[in-house]
């Protein structure tokens, strides 16, 4: 069974960084999604296997990066220049199949527990 940890998160300034990581018991495409209260789960960032490959909604271009480290099977999210517009329970993801990155919720396979992170203004 495929368990994803998160750590990180919590309050920042608006302005301010914040970095997730999540630590998955294996090798596979990641995702990370957000939701914010009372709005839809949305697509953040991914990233392939080998990490050589991201894609990035365009809301985040510039201010977020997904990277990944392999030897530790963690994938991070660095958060830059963060608004009150990314206040949201943050969660990664693990896509199981052998693919491209999709931004579809519905084709992850497991979950992380989320995290909240807070920017106040």
């Known amino acids: 069974q495929v368990h994803l940890v998160q750590s990180g998160g919590g309050l920042v300034q608006a302005g301010g960084s914040l970095t997730l990581s999540c630590a998955a018991s294996?090798?596979?495409?990641m995702g990370w999604f957000r939701q914010a209260p009372g709005k839809e789960r949305e697509f953040v960032a991914a990233i392939n296997r080998p990490g050589g490959t991201t894609y990035y909604t365009d809301s985040v271009k510039g201010r977020f990066t997904i990277s990944r480290d392999n030897a530790k099977n963690t994938v991070y999210l660095q958060m830059n220049s963060l608004t009150s517009e990314d206040t949201a329970v943050y969660y990664c993801a693990a896509d199981f199949n052998l693919r491209g990155l999709t931004r579809n919720s519905w084709e992850y396979d497991t979950w992380g527990q989320g995290t909240q992170v807070t920017v106040s203004s």
């Open positions: 294996g090798r596979y495409n």
